[in-house]
């Protein structure tokens, strides 16, 4: 079946070092977004894609960058670790239909804690 | 920058009665409205959508209404039972692309 999924469900990192997480789907979607969770703020959006080498900044995509160079994955880097960064991730994808937007599946998120 | 207000916060009902989340949008273009649902520890899912063009949708016993003069959208559920406990978020997505903007939650406690 197709899914997506997002590796590692767990990490534990110092600040200031470089951290990347995984984010592959099956469906062939077009779109894809990256999230993160926090107590009181719900789902922010960091950055988003609409296809292979597009990438869009969200709300909050300072610290963090991605890069598409294919359909299945979009990786998410944080550059130098900070202890604000400590959150659950959240990868989505979408599929394209003209200008409709459509219901965006999520992956199982990863808790990204930065120590 | 576009924002989604969600209220309440928390929300905490006796099995059998109905429940109203209320959300309001910023951005006037937001044509799609979708609802998702979180249990604790899994990922949101969609539980029902409603588009610009409608006013109101309904799927069994969750329901969602629109009014885009005054930019709010709000779900119902009646006879809520307790596995309609979970965090619920609205969201507003802009016109012609894809990026959802989402409320803060609405943590739904459905007492037996």
């Known amino acids: 079946d197709a899914e997506i999924t997002q590796s590692p469900r767990h990490k534990i990192t110092e600040t200031g070092r470089q951290v990347t997480l995984a984010c592959h789907q099956t469906w062939n979607h077009n779109n894809m977004f990256w999230y993160r969770q926090d107590l009181g703020h719900g789902l922010r959006l960091i950055h988003y894609s609409y296809g292979v080498q597009d990438t869009n900044k969200g709300e909050v995509s300072d610290g963090y960058s991605v890069s598409r160079s294919n359909t299945e994955d979009l990786p998410l880097t944080l550059e130098s670790a900070a202890s604000s960064q400590t959150s659950v991730y959240f990868c989505?994808?979408?599929?394209?239909?003209?200008?409709?937007?459509?219901?965006?599946?999520f992956g199982p998120g990863t808790r990204l804690t930065v120590l | 920058g576009e924002n989604v207000e969600q209220h309440p916060s928390t929300l905490s009902v006796q099995e059998g009665d109905s429940a109203v989340i209320k959300c309001t949008y910023s951005d006037s273009a937001s044509n799609y409205f979708p609802w998702y649902k979180q249990e604790l520890g899994k990922r949101p899912q969609l539980i029902i959508d409603i588009r610009s063009n409608v006013g109101e949708k309904k799927d069994q016993r969750i329901a969602v209404t629109l009014n885009k003069t005054a930019k709010h959208f709000s779900l119902h559920i009646t006879e809520t039972q307790p596995e309609d406990s979970a965090v619920y978020f609205c969201a507003a997505v802009e016109t012609g692309g894809f990026k959802t903007i989402f409320g803060a939650g609405t943590r739904l406690f459905v007492k037996a």
């Open positions: 989505a994808s979408s599929e394209e239909r003209g200008l409709s937007y459509n219901e965006q599946f």
